[in-house]
């Protein structure tokens, strides 16, 4: 069974500061992880995946993510936040050593960013 | 360049209703999905579509039934609601490893 984890309902931090929203995963296999960010009133937007290769991936908007295997951890990160990244946040993972699912996605519970000024 | 698109945006049931939300995508993708959002519950799946024709259940299926008679369509219907099915609901299709597409979301109330 594949499994997500984002442990923290909300993230406060101040324009100009580092952000990082937290993602932990399990997977019987290879995870394949992505994230997603929605805005009031709007589907989910994708940020960024990470599939195979790199563990630092760059994304949309300047954000960019840390895959650790031995942490099983795929964490949000941006350099500087802005006021208009405030929103939710969602981590996904599937596994993929499971074939015929429909390369179905397991999604987190979803971390509320927060910049202020 | 549409994408994901769902119909209606909004509705109002009353208890023991029926109807249907309809998704519609225009970029080809053979697996098609439809989750519910619920509050400090993330996205969870209902049913899912590996291809026209062939429909799957998902993580929470019941009260709820679909269709892939087009490959570009992805039909949910509740044949009689209740007030648990109030939520937002959300189509998404993909191919492949590729990140799956989202449309904007069906808001929907019953009474």
């Known amino acids: 069974a594949q499994s997500v984890a984002q442990p923290e309902d909300q993230v406060n931090v101040a324009e100009g500061n580092p952000l990082t929203v937290k993602c932990t995963y399990s997977?019987?296999?290879?995870?394949?992880l992505f994230w997603y960010v929605q805005y009031p009133n709007r589907g989910l937007q994708f940020l960024l995946k990470y599939i195979t290769g790199d563990n630092l991936v760059k994304g949309s908007y300047g954000f960019e993510a840390e895959f650790n295997k031995s942490q099983t951890s795929f964490h949000l990160k941006k350099p500087s936040a802005l006021v208009s990244d405030s929103a939710l946040y969602f981590c996904?993972?599937?596994?993929?050593?499971?074939?015929?699912?429909?390369?179905?996605?397991?999604f987190g519970t979803g971390t509320q960013l927060k910049v202020e000024l | 360049n549409a994408g994901v698109t769902q119909t209606p945006k909004f509705r109002v049931l009353k208890t023991g209703q029926s109807m249907t939300l309809l998704c519609a995508q225009d970029?080809?993708?053979?697996?098609m999905y439809w989750y519910r959002q619920d509050p400090g519950m993330g996205l969870r799946l209902i049913h899912y579509?590996?291809?026209?024709?062939?429909?799957a259940k998902g993580e929470v299926p019941d009260g709820y039934n679909v269709s892939r008679l087009k490959k570009q369509n992805f039909l949910l219907g509740l044949e009689s609601a209740a007030p648990s099915q109030t939520s937002v609901y959300f189509c998404?299709?993909?191919?492949?490893?590729?990140?799956?597409?989202f449309g904007d979301g069906t808001r929907l109330s019953i009474l």
């Open positions: 997977v019987s296999g290879n995870p394949y």
């Open positions: 970029m080809n993708h053979e697996y």
């Open positions: 579509s590996v291809g026209e024709g062939t429909t």
């Open positions: 998404a299709s993909t191919r492949g490893n590729q990140p799956q597409h």
């Open positions: 996904a993972v599937r596994d993929e050593g499971v074939t015929g699912g429909g390369n179905k996605l397991t």
